[in-house]
C-alpha cells in the first residue's frame, strides 16, 4: 500500500486527483496540505493545514513511508492580486513543496503545469509555470512526471467568474468539435486530467523527466 501527499487537492483538478487516488486499492493513505481543511471524508484520507511556502513545515507533515507527491496548486493574477503573489504559489510554493517531499524520500512527483510552460516565454503566466517545472527537474526526483493541460473544461465546477474562460471556451468547444477533440490545444475536461494524473502516478516510468502534453492525457484518462 503506498501513501501520497497532495497539494491543491481542493481544488477543480485536484479534488478530481483526489477522487481517483482515494479509488485507487494500492493507495493506503492520502495526505492532503493545504491552506485550510478538506471537506471531504475517506477512511484512507488525512487532511491537514500548512504554509505551502514553508517547506519544512511541510515536510514535517509529510509521513516517512511517502511514496509520491502530486502538486495542483495554482492560482491567478487576479485571485492573488499581483505579480508576485502568483510567483509565490505557482513556482514558488510548487517547489517548496517539492522539496519537502523529496526530503520525505518521496520517488515520484507530479505536477499540474499548463499548455505552453516555457521559462523564456514572454507571457508572464508560461514563463512562471516554466521556471517552476525547470526548478523541479533540477531537485533530482527519481522520477518527475510534468503535465501540461489545456484550457480547463470545468463544467461549471468553478465557482469563481473568469470572464476569458467564459467566452474562451464556448469557442474552443466548438472549434475543437469539428477538428478533433483530442488535439493538442482542446479543452480538457478536470476529470479526464485527475484520471491521467493517477494512473501516471503508477505506472512504470523511468525517466527521470517526463513531460505529458494535453493531447496525450486525453489519451491516458478518456
Ligand atoms: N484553468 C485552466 O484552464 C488551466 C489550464 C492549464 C493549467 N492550469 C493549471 O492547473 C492547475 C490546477 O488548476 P485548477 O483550475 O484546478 O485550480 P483551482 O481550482 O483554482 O485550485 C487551486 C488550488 O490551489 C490552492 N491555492 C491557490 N492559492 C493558494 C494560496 N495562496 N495558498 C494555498 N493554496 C492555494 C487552492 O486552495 P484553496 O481551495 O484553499 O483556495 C486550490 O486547492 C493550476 O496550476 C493551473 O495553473 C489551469
Known amino acids: 500500500m503506498k501513501t501520497v501527499v497532495i497539494i491543491g487537492a481542493s481544488g477543480v483538478v485536484g479534488s478530481r486527483v483526489l477522487a481517483h487516488l482515494l479509488d485507487r486499492e494500492e493507495v493506503g493513505r492520502v495526505v492532503a496540505l493545504g491552506r485550510r481543511l478538506l471537506d471531504v471524508q475517506h477512511a484512507k484520507l488525512v487532511s491537514k493545514v500548512v504554509d505551502l511556502q514553508n517547506a519544512t513545515e511541510m515536510a514535517g507533515e509529510i509521513p ?20 508576485e503573489a502568483f510567483r509565490a504559489i ?7 513543496f517539492g522539496r519537502a517531499g523529496l526530503q520525505k ?3 515520484r512527483f507530479l505536477v499540474v503545469s499548463s499548455i505552453g510552460a516555457n521559462p523564456r516565454s514572454k507571457n508572464f503566466y508560461l514563463k512562471t509555470k516554466g521556471q517552476a517545472e525547470e526548478a523541479l527537474a533540477q531537485l533530482g526526483y527519481p522520477q518527475l512526471t510534468i503535465v501540461r493541460p489545456s484550457f480547463l473544461d470545468d463544467r461549471g465546477a468553478r465557482p469563481e467568474f ?3 474562460e467564459r467566452i474562451a471556451l464556448p469557442l474552443a468547444r466548438a472549434i ?6 483530442k488535439r ?9 486530467v485527475g484520471k491521467a494524473l493517477v494512473r501516471l502516478a503508477f505506472d512504470d516510468a523511468t525517466e527521470p523527466v517526463r513531460i505529458v ?4 492525457l486525453h489519451a491516458i484518462g478518456g
Open 184 to 192: 493538442r490545444y482542446a479543452p480538457i475536461a478536470a476529470d479526464v
Open 176 to 181: 475543437f468539435f469539428v477538428v478533433g477533440k
Open 64 to 83: 516517512d513511508d511517502v511514496a509520491v507527491a502530486i502538486c495542483c496548486i495554482g492560482t491567478t493574477r487576479k485571485q492573488a492580486g499581483s505579480k
Open 213 to 216: 502534453e494535453s493531447d496525450q
Open 162 to 164: 473568469r470572464l476569458g
Open 105 to 107: 524520500g518521496a520517488q
Open 90 to 96: 505557482d513556482r514558488d510554493a510548487v517547489v517548496a
